[in-house]
């Protein structure tokens, strides 16, 4: 049981490249989250998905874009990245929106 | 807009006394709230919860105080350990069902041997 699973967990990108980050989980959760954390930030949420097949904007969701095809699977994508999006991200499930939420281990994103 | 904030970045204790951390919100509608604790290199882990609906909740060394009127939120730890030293974040639900889990921004809690 893996619980939240986050591919890959380092990456550095030039400027103007795009990736896709992968969240998998094993829950059978409803609820998923992308957030972004900067140094000496708190987590700010840049998108979120209630079920398969939708998504949500969150707080920063400038840059990003997300899908949700499958129950298990939140992708992330960054289509053309920037400095400005190096950070570390975490992904996140919850079985509703008023219960807990579980965090994978995070992916640390650098853009040179 | 209205957000979740913290009143103090940085907090440094004994090991044994006790520790507690504040967080502020201003959504009137959140309904939800959640302590997590993250430790450098890691991802947060859940702490405790407390529904809108309680004033207070314990857990294992630890205890939630809700105030509503003040909308303030507080995060006891009892017999601080040095195990507990990292950063905690509070967090709200203010979207109900729709999922909008909001951070602050966190405060480091330091723990002196």
């Given at each position: 049981n893996a619980g939240v699973t986050q591919t890959p967990k380092f990456r550095v990108l030039k400027t103007g490249q795009s990736m896709t980050l992968l969240c998998a989980q094993d829950m059978n959760h409803e609820y998923m989250y992308w957030y972004r954390q900067?140094?000496?930030?708190?987590?700010?949420?840049?998108?979120?998905?209630?079920?398969?097949?939708?998504?949500a904007k969150g707080e920063v969701p400038d840059g990003y874009n997300v899908s949700r095809l499958k129950k298990q699977n939140f992708l992330l994508g960054l289509e053309s990245a920037a400095p400005s999006q190096t950070s570390v991200y975490f992904c996140a499930t919850s079985l509703t929106g008023n219960t807990e939420a579980f965090f994978g281990q995070g992916t640390r994103l650098t853009v040179v | 807009g209205e957000s979740v904030g913290l009143h103090l970045p940085t907090l440094s204790v004994q090991e044994g006394d006790n520790s507690i951390i504040n967080c502020a919100y201003s959504n009137s509608a959140s309904d939800y709230f959640i302590w997590y604790k993250q430790e450098s290199g890691?991802?947060?882990?859940?702490?405790?919860?407390?529904?809108?609906?309680?004033?207070?909740?314990?857990?294992?060394r630890v205890t939630v105080l809700l105030n509503k009127t003040v909308k303030h939120l507080s995060l006891q730890i009892a017999a601080t350990q040095p195990g507990d030293s990292a950063v905690y974040f509070c967090a709200e639900n203010y979207g109900g069902s729709q999922g909008n889990l909001i951070f602050g921004k966190g405060t480091k809690l330091s723990v002196k041997p």
């Open positions: 900067d140094p000496g930030m708190g987590l700010r949420l840049i998108h979120y998905s209630v079920g398969e097949g939708t998504t | 890691k991802g947060p882990q859940f702490i405790i919860d407390i529904r809108s609906n309680m004033d207070k909740r314990q857990g294992q």
